[in-house]
C-alpha cells in the first residue's frame, strides 16, 4: 500500500515501547544464584530485584512495597548488593539501606534521617567484620555541599551503626581539599581485597568529572577497623581510572585512559593488558559499572570493549596477555559477573532487545550463550525493523588537510505493509544523545523502531565529544559545547541529504538533558532543522549551574569554560538558547518532569513560554512523578504519541489530536 511517508501504521505502538522500556542493569551472583534489577514502566518505574534460583526458577525478590534505587548522584547505580542469601537495598522512597533475609521482612540497617538526607550506594560485604563498607552521601546541609565519604555500617539490624571511613571536603564551611589528601569532593567504587586486609576507591575533586581526573587510592585496616596507610596508587592529571577490581590472589587492577583509551591495568605495571585501541570502559555516570571480571582460577579476564560504537566480549589470558575475541551477536554489553564456570551480564544486538545473558566458561559448552530474561516479553516482526547501519562523516571543523570524522547510527524507514508515495523522500529524526559522553548504541531500539516504521528516517548521531573513541574524541567537546555537537548533528543531516537518503525540508531534531540542549542550540542557531522536541533540556547555562545537584554543579565548567570572570559570564550568556530567541524560529515540543533534581523544570517552562510569546508553534508537557527521565508507562506513550502528532502538523500529514499545539496556522 502507497502511503505518505510519517503516517504508516504500525504494530509497533506507544504500549510496545512503554513496556519495553523495561532496563536490566546491575548483575550480582550469590553462590549459585543469578541477580538483576528490571525497572518496570508499569510499576511506576519501580526498580525490582529479581533471581534466578539453582533450579531455574525466575522470581521477584523484593518486598512489593520497596524500589530498589539509590539517589546518591542522583543517577544513582549499585543500589543493591547480596550476601549469602542476605539482599542489601537502598530504597528510593527513604533512602534507607534494608537488609531483606529469606523469608523475611526487610529491616533498615541505616540511621533513620528523615526526607532521604542520607543516601547509600556501591556497598559490599565485609564478612570478617559483619559489616557494610559503602558510599555515602550526607544532604544535611544542602543538596549543592552535599558530603561525599566511605562508611561501614552494621550488617545487624538490630546494631544500627555508621562509621566514617573518609569523608569528603565541607566547602560550605569553607574547607578546601588539599591537592595530596585523601579528602575529596566525590568517592566511588570501594573494593574490599579476598583476604580483607586492604580497600580501593576512586576519588576525585571538582570541577572534574570521572571520565576526566580520577584517582585510586589503598588504604589498611587497622585492629579497629578503621583505614590506616592511606596512599594514592594511581592517577595523575589527564588520567581517568575507573573499575578498580581485585582478582583472587590480592593484585590490584583498574581501567585508565592515560593513553587515550580506557585499558586494563595491573597496579605496578605501567602497560595495560591489552593495548587495543578500544574502550574497556564507559563513563561512570552510575555506580556500579562493570566492564570485565576474573574468571574462578584468576587466570583470564572476561571482559566487553567497545570498537567504534559496537561492544565485543573477550577473553585476556593474565600470563601472556593475549586477547582472545568471543564470538557473540551482542553489540551493547554491560555489568559483566562471573562466577561458578559461567559469566553473566546484559546484552543487545541489532535483532534483539536488551537480556540478560548466560555464557558457559566450563568445558565442552565453553561459549555457549543462554538468554536467561529479556527485557521484551514479545518477539518482533523483522518486516517492521530497521537495521542500524554505522556512517562516518566530515565535521564542520573538517579542513583539506585535516579530515575529523564523526559517526551516527542510521536506521531507513521500514514496514512491509507500506510504500512510500512516487518521488517522495522521508522526513528525519536527528537524535541527539544525552550526557554528552553517553553513545549511541546499535542494539535494538524500540524507539527508533517506532519512527522507523511510521516512515521517519532516524540518524542516532555519536558527536564529538560522545564516548566510545577514546578521551581525545571525548575532550573534542571541552569549550564547545553547544557547538561542535551542534555542528556534527546538522553536519550528519546535510550528509543523508545530499545521499538524497531524506527529505531536507523535513529535518527534526530530538533529544533528553544534554541531548536537550543539543536540540534547542541546534533550532535556535542552525537553519538545518525545521522542527523539534526537548525532554528536560537544559535551555540556560547560567540557571543550571546554581539548580542542578551536586555532581554536575561544575560540569559546565569544562563544557563551556570557568565562569569566574565578566567575559567568562557574557560567554554562558550568549552560549544558551534561552538568551537567543530572536534566532530562533523552529517549533518545539517540550517534555518535563516534575521532580527533576537536575534540569529542573523552570528551564523547559521559561522557553515553552517565550517560544509562545514569539508566535511559533509548541508545547509543553508537564509530568508529575517523574524525574529526570521518564519511567512510567503512561507518561513514557503521552509524550511519545504528542510528538508524532507535533510531527504531523509540522511535516503536513493527519493523525488524532492528542496534545494541544499552541500557535498552529489556522487550516482553510
Not at 545473558?357 to 561459549?367: A, F, I, K, N, S
Request: glycine share 8%.
Amino acid at each position: 500500500m502507497q502511503s505518505p511517508y510519517g503516517s504508516w501504521i504500525s504494530p509497533i505502538d506507544s504500549c510496545i515501547v512503554s513496556n519495553g522500556a523495561i532496563r536490566l542493569e546491575q548483575v550480582v551472583l550469590d553462590g549459585k544464584d543469578i541477580y538483576w534489577i528490571e525497572s518496570r514502566p508499569s510499576e511506576g518505574g519501580r526498580n525490582v530485584i529479581v533471581r534466578l534460583t539453582a533450579d531455574g526458577k525466575i522470581e521477584d525478590v523484593l518486598n512489593k512495597d520497596y524500589n530498589a534505587r539509590t539517589r546518591v548522584h542522583e543517577y544513582g547505580g549499585a543500589s543493591y548488593f547480596v550476601h549469602n542469601g542476605s539482599i542489601y537495598y537502598s530504597n528510593f522512597n527513604d533512602q534507607k539501606l534494608y537488609r531483606q533475609d529469606p523469608g523475611k521482612p526487610p529491616k533498615a540497617v541505616s540511621p533513620d534521617i528523615k526526607e532521604s538526607k542520607l543516601r547509600f550506594a556501591d556497598g559490599m560485604m565485609d564478612k570478617d567484620r559483619k559489616r557494610i563498607i559503602c558510599v555515602y552521601e550526607d544532604h544535611t546541609r544542602s543538596d549543592q555541599n552535599a558530603i561525599n565519604g566511605l562508611a561501614s555500617l552494621s550488617s545487624d539490624p538490630e546494631k544500627i551503626e555508621k562509621i566514617e571511613l573518609i569523608s569528603g571536603v565541607d566547602r560550605e564551611n569553607g574547607q578546601l581539599p588539599e591537592e595530596d589528601s585523601p579528602r575529596k569532593d566525590f568517592y566511588s567504587s570501594p573494593r574490599l581485597s579476598p583476604n580483607g586486609n586492604s580497600l580501593a576507591w576512586i576519588a576525585w575533586n571538582h570541577p572534574d568529572m570521572p571520565w576526566d581526573n580520577t584517582e585510586l587510592w589503598m588504604g589498611e585496616f587497622d585492629t579497629n577497623g578503621l583505614l590506616t596507610d592511606i596512599k594514592k596508587v594511581a592517577g595523575d592529571k589527564n588520567e581517568s581510572i575507573i573499575q578498580p577490581l581485585w582478582s583472587p590472589d590480592n593484585k590490584l587492577y583498574y581501567v585508565s585512559d592515560r593513553n587515550n583509551w580506557w585499558s586494563i591495568y595491573r597496579h605496578g605495571e605501567e602497560e595495560p593488558l591489552t593495548k587495543k585501541e578500544a574502550e574497556f570502559g564507559r563513563p561512570p555516570w552510575t555506580f556500579g559499572d562493570s566492564n570485565y571480571a576474573f574468571d574462578l582460577k584468576g587466570d583470564q579476564i572476561i571482559c566487553a570493549y567497545n570498537d567504534a560504537g559496537e561492544w565485543k566480549l573477550a577473553a585476556i589470558n593474565i600470563k601472556t596477555k593475549e586477547t582472545k575475541e568471543i564470538e557473540s551477536p551482542y553489540t551493547d554489553i554491560a555489568y559483566i559477573k562471573v562466577g561458578g564456570g559461567r559469566a553473566v551480564f546484559v546484552g543487545g544486538s541489532p535483532d534483539a532487545a536488551s537480556s540478560i545473558v548466560q555464557l558457559d566458561l566450563r568445558e565442552p559448552d565453553e561459549g555457549k550463550l543462554d538468554v536467561i530474561r529479556s527485557s521484551l516479553a514479545i518477539s518482533m516482526d523483522e518486516g517492521y525493523i530497521s537495521k542500524p547501519q554505522h556512517i562516518e562523516f566530515a565535521t564542520a571543523r573538517s579542513t583539506a588537510s585535516e579530515q575529523l570524522n564523526a559517526h551516527a547510527f542510521y536506521y531507513p524507514p521500514k514496514n512491509k505493509d507500506f510504500d512510500p508515495l512516487e518521488k517522495e523522500s522521508p522526513p528525519l529524526i536527528i537524535v541527539s544523545h544525552g550526557g554528552p559522553t553517553a553513545a549511541a548504541s546499535s542494539a535494538l531500539n524500540l524507539l527508533a523502531q517506532f519512527w522507523t516504521s511510521r516512515g521517519f528516517a532516524v540518524l542516532d548521531v555519536n558527536y564529538r565529544g560522545s564516548s566510545g573513541f577514546g578521551r581525545q574524541y571525548r575532550q573534542l567537546l571541552y569549550g564547545n559545547w553547544g557547538f561542535a555537537d551542534v555542528e556534527d548533528c546538522e553536519e550528519s543531516a546535510l550528509y543523508l541529504s545530499r545521499m538524497r537518503k531524506v527529505d531536507e525540508s523535513r529535518i527534526a531534531i530530538r533529544g533528553g538533558s544534554a541531548g536537550g540542549w543539543t536540540t534547542l542550540c541546534a533550532l535556535t542557531f542552525k537553519k538545518a532543522f525545521t522542527a523539534g522536541a526537548s525532554y528536560y533540556g537544559v535551555s540556560d547555562a547560567e540557571k543550571l549551574r546554581v539548580d542542578t545537584h551536586k555532581f554536575e554543579s561544575r560540569y559546565l565548567d569544562k563544557l563551556i569554560g570557568p565562569y569566574e570572570t565578566e567575559e567568562q559570564k557574557i560567554l554562558w550568556k550568549e552560549r544558551s538558547p534561552i538568551n537567543n530567541l530572536e534566532k530562533l524560529s523552529r517549533p518545539v515540543i517540550f517534555f518535563q518532569g516534575a521532580e527533576d533534581k537536575v534540569v529542573t523544570p523552570d528551564q523547559s517552562e521559561s522557553m515553552f513560554e517565550a517560544i509562545k510569546g514569539k508566535g511559533i508553534p509548541t508545547a509543553y508537557l508537564l509530568f508529575q512523578k517523574e524525574q529526570h527521565g521518564f519511567r512510567i508507562a503512561i507518561n513514557i506513550r503521552r509524550a511519545l504519541e504528542a510528538e508524532l502528532y507535533f510531527y504531523s502538523k509540522m511535516f503536513g500529514f493527519d493523525l488524532p489530536e492528542p496534545v494541544s499545539v499552541e500557535n498552529l496556522p489556522k487550516t482553510k
